[in-house]
């Protein structure tokens, strides 16, 4: 059993606001279906996404494996098929279902899932107005499942993106230009701080555990760079110039017909942008999204800069609170920044770092079957910042560590600059 | 326009019963997809399948682009976006949504799809009654769509065999064992004999124009192969040994696990297999379908026999009538052969020829855009005759030459023994 | 054994001029590699390709293992491991080193094949000299290495058509401009002919047994295509306008770079030619090489042409000598056609036909192991008939088939057009 | 130019001992392929590999290029062709041939080289014994052809593995089986500390600037793993249970046959390895090498240990002498550790980290084109330490940084396990 991400109780949790927590978290996700018909939730449109309909049976998956199995002793599963088509990744918990062909699952329908999803949730308000969550168990299938909401939005748009009419998940809304902020830095002292979640309340087990970090003084921009900087680098050459890539990201590059970010389209002499409302018009003054590493990386050494590492990211960040433009606007898309200090640290798009997604000192994951949960992807990745509008809100903190393939650009990512000092 | 296809009326063509076969052909398309949900109608499990709802649409979009488009002065298309999405490989009607991608349609929906049919019904039967079909065009246009109807029972028979749990796309028949007849050889003379249609009814180009071929005398096999058969060979070492197969089919073998049919299974110590009916137990009598062209010529070869040449098959069949077990029985599989001559020649089972498919001597293609339909396609494929199980009825003739490539196993393929004498 | 190939003597075949006709052509190969270093001999730029140096192994491992070991009861093997090494295909052999990794085998070196080679003819001289050739295997033997002499020089063309610096087998001739004969039609009347190798002498097996045809009356062209008449075409835009083009070949040509034959580069507002003479300025009125079956089709559409069948080629050759620009001239380019009638039919280029390569009716395999020698061959490929500049003289017949599939270009292949009438 | 690596004279610097450094490396260079023929110095056996011949070629390119043409005025190239040829991937010097190709050309042959290499040696002496090496652009030139000294050797042994007769580089030694230490642990009391490279010597850009690092106490192998203790894991079944692998290590172990380290074969019921000697019975009590970071990450999981990071690698060994087994002794494999403490932490294997080779704070890379040295590989690769036998002696420095990607192993690589302490 997992007995390391929640060890004891939240400070005012009783099992009512437990299940009242639950049921939010699960609502929220039907919500996000709603614009969507049964063949959009059919979708896979790349091996790294998945099925609308998946995402909502996996995260049921999650609380019948993790908890209604080992805890109900009579409980037996709701169809048996169902271990093998919804466990994502989980070696230990059995044969999984190969990633790549999530799509060709139409049995079950959505509406047959939505069936499980009921169950599940009857089962799970049951054993929570009974047991609360004395494990944590329960909190970490919320966060498990909030992760997915997230991902959902990712993929129907990558999906989207590929249909030749470009459809809108939800209408645009009234497009005045926003102003942003002019850039500016922020000094950061450094020193000898410490980085990481402590024991006050829930975390991932890669946030963990709190240690100490010796930080040399540096710089950070005062908000993400916008789509009007972005497409100056473009109209600079940028892409066309090897000196400012990583190799791996110019030889990406020259196997790839693109010349911009993946949602960017030029059409009749200027910049369109696809995003869940549609293709619209490029506003330059909007915080860019949807680059890769590479770009972002690109970007910063064509800007004189380089990317932060996220041990300066998240010292930068104790004193800003975890406030900003999350998903619970649903707008679903990054705005300008405002001049706040270090705007939009919080929201809006997650920032890439020049970290890579690696174990904490001292790190060990949690335990049972649930350790497969982010230790195991421990390579090749790096980690990014501070969640995006289409991060659920009450699913941040400033320890909080996402990470992607360098060269993956379909979740909401943008770039912060920073500087070292000497 | 088109002026090869039908340069004259059909006999007893009367417009109303060029509208009847028109509908009932549109209608059987309809009922194809009775037992499939919206999400089985938007699977495409590979490149070279389509989905449902696609096959649908695309067979609609070839009456308005051929007939209504040209022929009514007002007619404007329903969804000028369908004529990207929905053109399959028609270069000179313009450009084509990618092939592979065709399973990231799901707008329209399947609902938007059956009323886009509705729309081309209503018109079609209006100038049905004023017009009738004087060019041809409509019975090319229903043949077309027979083809389709053969083509979605092929695909979501492949989509559903990717699927874990195997799901029926009807009900399995009480399985009675039947029997099958002994083999035994039917002799044919040769000599100077004359394939290929004639003007006297509907054909395709490629079948055209009727040419003299000489033949050296043979033997055909009175049935195709039976899965019992085939089950000797592999037992035999069939799939281990390379003296068997063409250089193509062995390297293939090596590059894949698979050392049995497709859609056969080993499980429990038996063969199973996977047909619309679900996974069933194999029977031996029933004959062997969904082999590709490798292993039909491996298994000739270790018979002690080839397979026939199209003109072989042609000229033996000019005394049987096309009849047969096609698609309007609905059983959907292929059955034990009887001991009739020739038996199963028409029906059941393609069966794979040992002659490529290139134009007969003075071919030349339907003129206008539909030029493209088979000419185009007149190279790496090999031809196979006699039509299916899952074959629309009247829509075969003795010189219909179909066309797969010889990996491609997901038709309704199986063979029949031949032998030159000397 | 084999018992096929050659049943009996060659009719003036002494002892010594059976051995005389080995070492010239032991020789001929030795001289071929004069213009190469121990590296240019190593290189293989392509799985389809091979090293010179293996070509110059594999032809004396051929010698040993269908000659020696069998009928020479004391011989053990040069070196026990060449047989892994120089087995190119023969399964019934025994394994084979993987054919994509030969450039791999810089062991054994040049010097040690060349010993390799000598050892082998010291045996073979000392077998000639006892029992001759009765069973038609050393006259097997020998054909084999002709087709690996023209192996040699496609191959080594290949790799240095790779090189940056274009390098030069052979310098090239001083370049008077040949005029080429104007195009013109020869009529052949068809009916029922016979075409295929009779008794007379070598042949392989797939070009018997000789067989009747039926042959509608058709024109053929009295030269093949030039290099100006290739460069009309691609001036029209033949590579961009798909209704010239099968379905398969415009698939490719969207998944690659070219727009033009392999060899030829457009460079300082011309058109160059590599060759083995290093990159030269096209010569118009010499014959077009190194086009695929792809290229020659959509050429002979634009001309409002088509390719002859085999049997077409092969019936118009029965009054024509085989005689013409072989390898032994050692210029190993194609030039200008005469004004002779079907000029060039042998020699300077092979020609592409639209003839599957697919067995004769009553086709039996060369008996013993050389029968993997051509059947296994027998899918997918096309015919190409007369012989090249690059090809051995005295290897040639009317009745020779070689083969390719549609993709291939590196072979010295050329397209004549015909036409049928009616 | 290049203002960074070099910024004083190293100390006891006449010209005279400058050029004599550079002979001797150049020489060492020559020695490696003596027991090489024109063939084997051709071989490019993937990608990632280069011929011996490329290697000769291209440091001397690089002297050519950095050196002889900017210094003196009146220099021109030996043959403006190798421009192309040579240049490695300095995309600011200009274009490069095709990385992957290198094996093709043939063209200057070895011997050509070899004068290539005489006359840039002349010119090297001359300027030495006027200039010496003001700017230690000399200095980046050696240290840059001892590291494709090493480069051969691995390439060559990577090469000569694929092999069936997996050839010997040099004979074996006498097998006497050494003892090896038993493994124990030593103390690292950790704080804040420092790593990279000072101003004392040459260092390469990647290992500077020196700074401050917070380490955790931990616990460091006194010996790198042995060939016995892998062969433990893999009898326990470490191939075969994913709970010890990276995700990304087990899907590529999936896509993959091999189950034992690349060059490890299991032969009569024991494990041989691949060496530069050829296939020897594996020695259980050598140091293991040729293993990938995902193997050396699972058998740490496995070993319940895991590696160290860089720092802490580096910081444990500052007190350690820069002395080991490197390749002056001509063995070219690793041997049994001793008892000394933190034993073969120089020279062996290069030890894998855990850390992944990033920029240290306030890198900044080598001024002008040599700029593109280091920095531009900065993704997805991981550090490793220490040196190997393969590695030229007075090369290794504590700070020294080696990289590969985690799926490589063609590097002599092995490792040391570390634990947290708490």
């Known amino acids: 059993m997992l007995d390391k991400p929640r060890p004891k109780q939240t400070e005012d949790g009783t099992h009512a606001r437990c299940a009242a927590v639950y049921q939010r978290c699960r609502s929220d996700s039907l919500a996000l279906i709603a614009p969507l018909g049964e063949e959009d939730c059919q979708l896979q449109s790349m091996?790294?996404?998945?099925?609308?309909?998946?995402?909502?049976?996996?995260?049921?998956?999650?609380?019948?494996?993790?908890?209604?199995?080992?805890?109900?002793?009579?409980?037996?599963?709701?169809?048996s098929d169902f271990a093998l088509l919804f466990n994502s990744y989980?070696?230990?918990?059995?044969?999984?279902?190969?990633?790549?062909?999530?799509?060709?699952?139409?049995?079950?329908s959505l509406a047959e899932v939505l069936r499980y999803r009921d169950h599940i949730d009857r089962y799970m308000c049951d054993y929570l107005a009974q047991h609360g969550d004395p494990e944590g168990l329960v909190e970490l299938g919320i966060q498990h499942e909030k992760q997915h909401q997230e991902l959902l939005l990712m993929d129907i748009k990558h999906a989207f993106s590929l249909h030749p009419a470009f459809p809108a998940y939800r209408p645009p809304s009234p497009a005045a230009a926003q102003p942003q902020a002019p850039l500016s830095w922020s000094q950061?002292?450094?020193?000898?701080?410490?980085?990481?979640?402590?024991?006050?309340?829930?975390?991932?087990?890669?946030?963990?555990?709190?240690?100490?970090?010796?930080?040399a003084p540096y710089l950070l921009a005062n908000r993400p760079v916008s789509n009007g900087e972005?497409?100056?680098?473009?109209?600079?050459?940028?892409?066309?110039?090897?000196?400012?890539?990583?190799?791996?990201g110019w030889a990406l590059l020259q196997s790839e017909a693109r010349r911009a970010p993946a949602y960017w389209h030029w059409r009749d002499d200027q910049w369109w942008e696809f995003s869940l409302c549609g293709l619209q018009p490029l506003q330059d003054t909007q915080t860019l999204c949807?680059?890769?590493?590479?770009?972002?990386?690109?970007?910063?050494?064509?800007?004189?800069?380089?990317?932060?590492?996220?041990?300066?990211?998240?010292?930068?960040?104790r004193a800003i609170a975890v406030q900003g433009h999350f998903a619970?606007?649903?707008?679903?898309?990054?705005?300008?920044?405002?001049?706040?200090?270090?705007?939009?640290?919080?929201?809006?798009?997650?920032?890439?770092?020049?970290s890579s997604y690696l174990a904490y000192p001292g790190f060990s994951p949690f335990?049972?079957?649930?350790?497969?949960?982010?230790?195991?992807?421990?390579s090749g990745q790096f980690v990014l910042r501070g969640g995006a509008c289409i991060t659920p809100s009450e699913h941040l903190r400033a320890s909080y560590r996402n990470f992607f393939y360098p060269h993956q650009y379909w979740q909401c990512a943008g770039l912060r600059l920073a500087r070292s000092t000497d």
């Open 188 to 215: 950061c002292d450094g020193g000898l701080v410490e980085i990481g979640a402590d024991d006050s309340g829930f975390s991932f087990d890669n946030e963990r555990p709190r240690h100490k970090v010796w930080l």
């Open 90 to 108: 989980y070696n230990a918990i059995g044969e999984q279902y190969s990633r790549p062909q999530r799509g060709l699952l139409s049995r079950p």
């Open 367 to 378: 335990a049972g079957s649930a350790g497969e949960y982010n230790g195991k992807f421990m």
């Open 290 to 317: 949807h680059i890769n590493f590479y770009e972002a990386s690109a970007y910063a050494n064509w800007a004189g800069a380089r990317l932060p590492t996220e041990a300066e990211w998240e010292h930068a960040s």
């Open 47 to 79: 091996p790294d996404a998945s099925p609308s309909k998946w995402h909502l049976a996996h995260t049921s998956w999650f609380f019948e494996t993790f908890i209604l199995q080992p805890q109900l002793p009579h409980y037996s599963p709701y169809n």
């Open 328 to 354: 619970d606007r649903r707008r679903f898309h990054p705005e300008a920044a405002s001049d706040a200090p270090l705007a939009q640290l919080f929201g809006d798009v997650w920032e890439w770092t020049n």
């Open 230 to 248: 972005y497409a100056a680098f473009i109209a600079d050459g940028g892409y066309q110039r090897p000196e400012f890539w990583l190799a791996d």
